[in-house]
């Protein structure tokens, strides 16, 4: 039984320091966004720009442009 409690014990705390570091991870993080936005640089913002085209209204293909 006393193995058992130390085993429980040890999985808890475990859990919890990935939790805290998964958190603590999170709340420190600064998206891409606010970093562009942060520059002010448009060349930066453009090269972060997509190049592919996002699916349109039906979501079954996108079209290809000549070129």
Do not use: W, Y
């Not at 640089?41 to 070129?67: E, F, H, K, W, Y």
Request: hydrophobic letters at 55%; charged letters at 5%.
């Amino acid at each position: 039984m006393k193995f058992e409690t130390m085993m429980l014990h040890g999985l808890f705390a475990a859990c919890f320091a990935v939790s805290a570091l998964i958190l603590g991870a999170m709340l420190t993080a600064r998206p891409p966004v606010v970093q562009l936005a942060a520059n002010n640089n448009l060349s930066s913002i453009l090269l972060a720009a997509p190049t592919s085209c996002a699916l349109p209204a039906d979501g079954v293909v996108c079209p290809r442009l000549g070129g």
